[in-house]
């Protein structure tokens, strides 16, 4: 058994990035192999300065350009901070007991900005969000991970 632990601690390792554990909502969307645009919402669980690891119910597929919108909590009203990043998806891991679906994400580097004050298709995708988390947290009764603002 500590060959799995050797091999966790060599990958962690290899790793340039720090990573943080965040947990806040998030839209994302990818084009579908039609080239329809498609969107999704979800709660990151890591993030490093090049990526992060996305919980959602429906990640998009492997090795697909994403455009990424995390909203953190907002101090005021007028302009709250959103972090933006575009990268592709490298990882898709599906739901398994209690673990979440999930994708990481490798990203060029994430951009934070001040934006405007967020409009009701944003707060609706976010209350969405906030709802499955909600739900998810009903369902699997071990471990809070929702940061509702």
């Not at 060599?10 to 990035?17: G, P, S, T």
């Not at 080239?35 to 919402?41: A, D, S």
């Not at 119910?57 to 907002?74: D, G, S, V």
């Not at 969405?128 to 988390?133: A, C, R, V």
Request: proline share 8%; with cysteine; net charge positive.
């Amino acid at each position: 058994m500590k060959q799995p632990a050797k091999r966790i601690r060599a990958i962690a390792q290899l790793r340039k990035y720090n990573r943080y554990r965040l947990e806040v909502p998030v839209i994302f969307s990818w084009k579908d192999a039609r080239g329809i645009r498609q969107h999704g919402v979800g709660l990151t669980h890591v993030i490093s300065v090049r990526g992060a690891f996305i919980l959602a119910t429906r990640p998009p597929p492997l090795n697909a350009k994403i455009e990424l919108k995390i909203y953190l909590p907002p101090r005021s009203a007028d302009r709250p901070p959103r972090i933006y990043g575009q990268g592709r998806v490298v990882r898709v891991e599906p739901a398994r007991g209690r673990h979440r679906a999930g994708f990481a994400v490798a990203v060029k580097p994430f951009v934070l900005r001040r934006g405007p004050a967020y409009q009701c298709s944003e707060m609706t995708a976010v209350a969405h969000s906030e709802n499955w988390i909600r739900e998810s947290d009903d369902k699997q009764s071990a471990g809070s991970m929702a940061i509702i603002f």
